[in-house]
């Protein structure tokens, strides 16, 4: 990689060790290379990952560990050979920041599932091309190859645009690969989170039916008033349940505590589709949820380049824009214990360019 600026140093907020408090912590970015875009972050989304990776809960985390990887920014520099970016153009970048770029999936713009795992280079503690340690984006800037860069039109507001590199993408993906985006059909969501307020969203702007399934009947007057609903159900209700039979075209869940899944597989129309984007310990279900009545079960996890870029756009297009609480650095560690509580409607936004000094 040919180097076309001198390196500098960059302020971000680490976690030092697994207890995952968070501190200012300075370092330095790897130099714009020609291919490269140097961004100066304005905003960074709070995901439940900043938390699993920052206290170590998959075992692998490498400290100091800088999180955030729902990045939006301004062009700073551009490399010799970058063609898709200028300086002053607003950006985002995503979970990843490389991959192998030769197989089948990154080929099809589906880098998300590089069929070369290793070379899957996460936006933080994923090692880099040049061996180092990928830092994320609570910090002042960062640098990544164009590719991995996506460009956030210039009337869409910074801050509303940061969840939808993760949050957005994770549901946008499966609703596009199974068609839910057919007018008329019905689409339940299992958990109204980051992700599942997401996709009521995204349903309404492709004229679904949409049914919010909760087991907190305190998410009833904002999932029907506020994000427009259709229906709320409370799952652990079996009446509720039981009047809902066979109604559903598709349901995404975006639960990742454990639950069962034959009540929600019992929702499904004939050839119905469930699409899990959460991340529970275990999926376990009866064999005749599947088989009568032709069900699917898949799996998902963030996008491509392609769809998070046309996903981008749509909202642009359409005013789909995230419920957000934007909240300065200093609040990080707060944000990320609210977040465990699932105190928040429904993401946090870290307003990094004014506050982080």
Known sequence: MSSEGMKEDCLGWAARDPSGL????????????????????????????????????HGHSKYPLVPGHEIVGIVKQVGSSVQRFKVGDHVGVGTYVNSCREC???????????????????????????????????????VVDERYCFRIPENYPMASAAPLLCAGITVYTPMMRHKMNQPGKSLGIIGLGGLGHMAVKFGKAFGLKVTVLSTSISKKEESLSLLGADHFVISSDQEQMKAMA???????????????????MSLLKTGGILALVGFPSEVKFSPASLNIGMKTVSGSATGGTKDIQEMIDLCAAQNIYPEIEVVPIDYANEALERLIKRDIKYRFVIDIENSLK
Do not use: M
């Not at 875009?37 to 699993?52: E, F, L, M, P």
């Not at 290793?118 to 990928?134: H, K, N, R, S």
């Open 246 to 264: 066979k109604s559903l075209d598709f349901i995404i869940d975006t639960a990742s505590g454990d639950h069962p899944f034959d009540p929600y």
């Open 22 to 57: 968070l501190s200012p912590y300075k370092f330095s970015r790897r130099t714009v290379g020609s291919d490269d875009v140097s961004i100066r972050i304005t905003h960074c989304g709070v995901c439940y990952a900043d938390v699993a990776w920052t206290r170590n809960q």
């Open 104 to 142: 089948e999936n990154c080929n099809d713009r589906l880098e998300s599932q590089c069929e070369k795992v290793v070379l899957i280079v996460l936006t933080f503690d994923g090692i880099d091309a040049d061996g180092t340690v990928t830092k994320g984006g609570y910090s002042s800037h960062i």
